[in-house]
C-alpha cells in the first residue's frame, strides 16, 4: 500500500489510500492578496499567525507555505524570495506542530525552505519540463522528501488526459533515476475548471484511478479549480472532493476555513433588513445576527469542504467508528459548562 510520510519536528501525517483524506491548507499564498504580500514586503507576519492557526483549528493536516512576494523595492524573486521563507517557515513551525509543504517556483526559495524545515516536508513543487527535472530531483534526493509532481510539460498543460498521464509517468520514471521511490511522489493531475470544461470532473476521476492502478502514486490537486468562475463554488466544491476520493485521490491543497463575516457585510445586512421593514435591537450580538441570517459567523471556522471531506471518510472506512465524525458534529460546550457539570457529579451522592 502506497504511503507518503510527511513529518513536522513531534507529528507525523501519512497520505495513502487507507488514511483519512489530507488536507494541505493553502491560505499563507500572497498570490492574489494584495494586503497579505504588502504585510510580508513589510515584516508583518500577523496574518499568517492567524491563518496558521484557523487552519490548524479548522482540520487541516498540513499547511502550504508560500511566499512568492513581488517586492516593489526588488522584483528579483531569486534574492527576496530565499530569506522570507525562511522567516515565514521558522516563524509558523514555531507557532504550529502539524507538518508543512514547502511551496515554491524559485528553485533557491525551495532548498532555503528545506535548509530551515524541521522534519519531512513536502515540496511543492517538480514539473514535466526538463529544466524543472533537473533543478528539482535534485533536491529531493538531497533532503529525502517527497515532492508534488505537477502533470504540465515544456509543451504546457494539454486538455487530453491521456497526455498528462504520460507526463506524469515520466516525472515517476525520472525520479527513480535518482534513486526517488514512487511513494515519494504525490501527482497533481491538473484539475480544469468544470464551467470550461464540462468533463471536467469525469476526466480527473478517471485519471486518479489510472494514477492509483498503474503508477502506484498519490494524488493531490487545487480543489478550488474545478469550481472557478461558478457561483456557489462550495456546493461544486463539496460534491467534487467526495467523489474524487471515492476515485482514490489521497489529497487537496485547499482554504479549509469558512471565512468571517466582514464588518462591511454585517452593516449591509442591517441596511438590507431596515430597507424591508424589519427592525433589528441596535445591541445585538453580531454573531446572532450573522447565524439568524444565514451569513455565516463572524469567527474563522472549518468550512463546509471539510465536513464532507469527514463525511467521504466516514463513508470510505477511512474513519474508524466515526470518531471524527462524531467529535466534528458535538455540540459546542458553552463557556463554564463543562467545569460546572464536573462540580455537580464529584458533589453528587450515589444512591443507596
Known sequence: ?????????????????????????????????????????????????????????AGATMLDINAGVVYNSNPNPNETEPPLMTKVLN???????????????????????????????????????????????????????????????????????????????????????FGIPAHDIVVDPLVMPIGAMGTAGLQVFELVRKLRNELGVNTTCGASNISFGLPNRHGINNAFLPMAMAAGM????????????????MLEKLEALAAAGIIVPGDIDPELLASLTGMGSTKARAGSEMMAIRAANFLTNNDPHGSAWIKANRPPVAEGAETGARKRRAGGRRRG
Do not use: H, W
Open 250 to 265: 489521497t489529497s487537496a491543497i485547499m482554504n479549509p476555513i469558512q471565512l468571517p463575516v466582514t464588518a462591511k457585510a
Open 1 to 57: 500500500m502506497t504511503r507518503t510520510i510527511v513529518e513536522s519536528k513531534t507529528r507525523t501525517a501519512i497520505i495513502g489510500f487507507d488514511q483519512p483524506f489530507c488536507v494541505i491548507g493553502e491560505r499563507i499564498n500572497p498570490t492574489g492578496r494584495k494586503k497579505l504580500a504588502a504585510e510580508l514586503e513589510a515584516g508583518d507576519f500577523s496574518t499568517v499567525e492567524a491563518d496558521a492557526l484557523a487552519q490548524v483549528a
Open 91 to 177: 516563524m509558523v513551525q514555531a507557532l504550529v506542530d502539524i507538518p508543512l509543504c514547502i511551496d515554491s517556483s524559485v528553485p533557491a526559495a525551495l532548498e532555503a525552505g528545506l535548509a530551515a524545515c524541521e522534519g519531512r516536508p513536502l515540496l511543492n513543487s517538480v514539473t514535466g519540463e526538463e529544466d524543472r527535472l533537473e533543478a528539482i530531483l535534485p533536491l529531493v534526493k538531497k533532503y529525502n522528501v517527497p515532492v508534488v509532481a505537477i502533470s504540465n510539460d515544456d509543451t504546457g498543460i494539454s486538455e487530453d488526459p491521456e497526455v498528462r498521464f504520460l507526463v506524469a509517468k515520466k516525472i515517476v520514471e525520472r525520479a527513480a533515476d
